[in-house]
């Protein structure tokens, strides 16, 4: 059997894809994706996944593309980890969100030492699960849903962590919550998961209103939800 990346050309059904060499581009990442299902079609004598016309390979092989931005996700974390422990944290102001009377607030990201810390742990965590999936959900119908879920809830935990503000916590936090009943009740035809799922879902609900009573209270206080001007108030 020859190795994956000997490939010079597949076909997928009628059609051949080439795989030419040269600057990276759509089209080498439709084909490179295309030569993963000919690969698996070989091993395993079936389709890896129902191709989609005219993009074969490119949507249907997103558990895989996934897994690899994950894992170039926790390199980039790595190196955002000795940076900031070195004393370089990191203050990016995307865009300017919205004022109401003394309330300003811009939506921006912060990355010091302790966000660092759970950025590293986030994304190889998430890394190392989405690499056990591959193989553990590859006979699952709802294989595709399951990697989109994992993969915004790593998002949503991401942001988490790097908010410079409550208002952004809040979002979040929301996030990590839906996303966390969708992986719950991955498999909703059981019964067990489906209580599970509304059991979280219920208690944070429970925890948002308090999150929010609190968020209220703070912007009244001192007039900003930036954790920075908190702080030093």
Do not use: C
């Amino acid at each position: 059997r020859r190795p994956l990346m000997q490939f010079e050309s597949i076909q997928i059904g009628e059609r051949v894809h080439e795989l030419d060499k040269g600057p990276i581009s759509t089209a080498h990442i439709m084909r490179w994706s295309a030569a993963v299902e000919n690969w698996h079609r070989i091993h395993y004598d079936q389709p890896y996944v129902t191709g989609t016309e005219g993009y074969p390979g490119l949507i249907v092989h997103g558990p895989l593309i996934s897994t690899l931005f994950m894992g170039y996700a926790a390199g980039l974390s790595v190196i955002l980890f000795f940076d900031t422990t070195l004393g370089h944290p990191r203050d990016v102001a995307v865009y300017e969100w919205f004022t109401s009377g003394a309330l300003h607030v811009v939506w921006s990201l912060r990355v010091d030492a302790a966000s660092a810390v759970m950025l590293f742990v986030i994304t190889l965590v998430s890394f190392g699960v989405h690499v056990y999936s591959l193989d553990y959900m590859h006979d699952d119908p709802r294989r595709d849903a399951y990697f989109g879920n994992i993969s915004l809830f790593t998002g949503f935990m991401i942001l988490l962590v790097t908010s410079d503000s409550l208002l952004q916590l809040y979002f979040g936090w929301e996030g990590v919550g839906l996303t966390s009943y969708l992986l719950i009740n991955h498999w909703y035809q059981r019964r067990s998961a489906n209580r599970a799922a509304a059991k979280a879902f219920i208690v944070n609900r429970i925890g948002d209103y308090a999150f929010i009573l609190g968020t209220l209270l703070i912007a009244v206080r001192f007039g900003t939800l930036d954790f920075q001007r908190v702080a030093s108030a």
